[in-house]
Structure formats: C-alpha cells, structure tokens
C-alpha cells in the first residue's frame, strides 16, 4: 500500500495539494471548451480526484523498475506506455462525466470534444511528474535509510570499545590490589563479574530505561568500592521520574569512571562524587561532578571515556543531545542533556 494511503492525515494533505493543481487544470480546459465555471467545476473536481489517484501508481512501477538497475530503454517504455494508458482511462472518465452532465449543462459532451487533447496532454505531464517525484522520494528514503544504518554501525563500533576499555582498568586496579589484600581483590573480581554480566545483558539492546543504565553504574560503583574504600563517597539526587526516560545502554558508567580515575584517584584523602538528574516534559538532565587535583600529573581528563560518550550522542540524537564539560577552581562537571523517551 502506499505510504499516503496508510495515514488519513498524509492522504487529506496531499488531496489538498492538488486543488491548485484542479484548478490549473480547470481553466486550461475551460478556454478551448469555452466553459463557464460551473461547467469547469463540475468536470474537473472529480477529474482531479481521479488524477490525484493516478499519481499515486507510479509508487509501484517505481519501486519495482528502481533507477540505476534498470535499462534506460526498459525505463521509458514502461514508464511512457503507462502514462498514455492511464491518459487514455482518465480521457473514457472525462467524456463519461461529460455526458453525464448533458442534462444539467446542455451540449456540453460536444463543447468538451476540443478540449480532450488538452487533457490528454495534462494527464500525461500529471503522471510523468509524479514518477519523478516517486524517484526522488525514493531515493530520500534510500538515503535516510543508509544514514541510519550508518549510523547504528558506529553505534554498535563505539559501544565495542567499553567493556574492553573499562576490563583493562579493572584488571589493573586488580592487579594493585593483590599484593595489598588478596581478599579485597577476590571480592573486586566477584563484583567485576557481576557489572560484566549485566553490562553484555544491557549492551544488546539499543535503548533501556535511566534507571536501569543507573542500576549498572552503582555496580560499578560497588566494584570502585572495594578497591579505595571510603576514600570514595558518592552523593545522589536523582528524580525518581528520570528513571522512565530510554536511554543507550552503558552511558553513565564510563562518567563515572572519568570521575574515579581522574578524580577520585588524584586525591590523597579521596572525594565525593555528586549524581545528580533532573527531567523536563521532554529531555533529560544528568550532571557528574567530582573533586580532582588540578596539579596533580595529566590524566588525560577528555580521554576515551567522554569521547565515546560523545561520540554515541551524536550518532544517537545528532544535534538534539549535548555533552559539556565544565570545570571549575578543583571541580571538575559533565553534563548530559539529552531528549527523554519514555516507553509506557
């Protein structure tokens, strides 16, 4: 079925569209017929129905005889021997109506007679200009389709890069934490199973809702905490209405990894990093903040973490999510704002 006859509203408004077009159509006919106007409308309102109907078949010869794959020659032929069939069914309905109407406007099946080649000619343009039209569309959704596509392929490559990323960190704070507690580092590596595990469940899907992506980053949370103890405090304030929002899975968790390694881990007496979200009827507002020493050597703060956070924004939301990073005095932020998706 096409695309337009699928919606009443997409149908009403290409019907609207065609009243110029009527229009155009009615006084072209109208001069070599010699009609007055409600000769004219009579004839070319449901004229203009059935031309509007007509134009909407090249969506079929269009999808099945693409451009591109298909000869010029094979092109044409179809295309033109079409249009002077349909030309000719849209001539049998015009003379039809035209003797239909021989009562309410007497003689009017010989007064139309001049003005049929007109028509046939119109409809013919009609039905040409909408096969164009039908190839461009095509291609715009041929190429909106590519974009997406696109586009959930380098989803699906920096969504790769996470867990690997993140598996080397863990392992080595592992690696640190065995010569110092055997027994912490065998709880770090109970817990880091645990995080992996949800991390590969939630990683399959395109979207989960904000609470659980928060769910995962305070397992993450409980991993960093067997590791620095109370060196590492974390405040929350998140709206309970943020937790309905969709969001890409595994979006949190590498902030909050930015916030303990170049933070957290910087710091001598350790820190307290602050959650907080907050939801408007249509976006979603997410801020980490966390102390770091700003003397302290480079950590390559904008590292891999917040550039594939970035990076997945963009391909997700284009220009409609943002990610900023703010810092002040030995503060260090980053913003998420993004649009709020609620499922149910």
């Known amino acids: 079925m096409h695309p337009l006859l699928s919606s009443r509203t997409n149908l009403a408004m290409y019907l609207t569209a065609w009243i110029p077009l009527g229009a155009m159509l009615g006084l072209v006919l109208s001069m070599p017929a010699g009609l007055d106007w409600r000769e004219t409308t009579a004839l070319t309102a449901p004229l203009s129905l059935l031309l509007a109907f007509v134009c909407l078949s090249p969506w079929y010869s269009c999808r099945f005889l693409p451009l591109g794959a298909t000869p010029a020659w094979k092109l044409l032929s179809n295309h033109v021997l079409a249009a002077v069939v349909l030309s000719g069914g849209v001539l049998l309905a015009a003379r039809a109506l035209a003797g239909g109407f021989s009562d309410a406007f007497p003689g009017l099946g010989q007064r139309f ?18 096969i164009a039209l039908h190839y461009a569309w095509f ?98 304030d998140i709206e309970d209405s943020c937790g309905d929002c969709e969001v890409p899975p595994l979006l949190v968790q590498p902030l909050v990894e930015n916030a303990i390694k170049h933070g957290i881990a910087t710091l001598v007496d350790g820190g307290e990093i602050s959650i907080r979200g907050r939801r408007s009827a249509d976006s979603l507002r997410f801020v980490i903040e966390n102390p770091f020493d700003p003397e302290a050597p480079s950590t390559r703060r904008n590292g891999i973490g917040l550039a594939n956070v970035r990076d997945r924004l963009a391909a997700r939301y284009g220009n409609a999510a943002r990610m900023e990073v703010e810092v002040e005095g030995e503060r260090y932020r980053v913003i998420l704002s993004l649009p709020c998706d609620a499922k149910g």
Do not use: W
């Open 113 to 130: 007679q001049p003005a049929l080649p007109v028509l046939a000619g119109m409809s013919i343009l009609f039905y040409l200009l909408a």
């Open 139 to 236: 291609a715009v959704q041929s190429r909106r389709e590519a974009e997406v596509l696109a586009r959930e392929a380098e989803l699906r490559a920096l969504k790769a890069q996470i867990n690997p990323h993140f598996l080397f960190n863990s392992l080595h704070s592992i690696s640190a934490l065995t010569a110092v507690d055997a027994g912490r580092a065998r709880e770090m590596c109970i817990r880091l199973s645990d995080f992996l595990r949800n991390s590969l469940r939630l990683g399959e899907r395109t979207t989960i809702p904000f609470s659980e992506e928060l769910a995962l980053a305070r397992t993450y949370l409980e991993v960093e905490q067997v590791r620095f103890g109370q060196k590492l405090r974390v405040a929350q």
